[in-house]
């Protein structure tokens, strides 16, 4: 599989997917963001080897006109944010940095998962809450523990899978 500048890379990692995008030269940049334990990082060049750690590459698809930007100048809008200090899981993390390169707009397909797998859950949640306050004390309690067990574990295999 042959990496071309601009290309969108990602890894598997223990839940989720890590962004960077290929600058050329063997070179990735990517936000770091929590990678070294609980120290927040930059936005960062760093070797291609060091980005896939050892994992196998996967290149995002992108059709002709999601590309607002060209390979070149996706690169260029990513070296003009090295340095850069704003990571947030939610709002800023390494694919809305890699798709705003790309696409001009900051996304996560990732956190847009998230997301609406809370939203279902809740509403799930709030049925089963609803209907066990009906029946009130243990069963309350049984029914909130077993659900919310039930929705960390479907989260954490969800995100595992993808």
Known sequence: MDIVLGDHLYVSKSGYHHHGIYSG??????????????????????????????????IAQYAENERKYSRNESVQRANLRLGEDEYCLFSNNCEHFVVWCITGEAKSKQISSVKKFSAAMALRYAGMGGAAALIGGPALTAASIGLVGYAGKKAFDFFRNK
């Open 25 to 58: 030269f063997g070179k990735v940049i990517h936000y770091s963001g929590f990678s070294e334990k609980f120290k927040k990082g930059k936005i960062s060049e760093i070797p291609l080897l060091d980005f896939l750690n050892g994992d196998d590459v996967i």
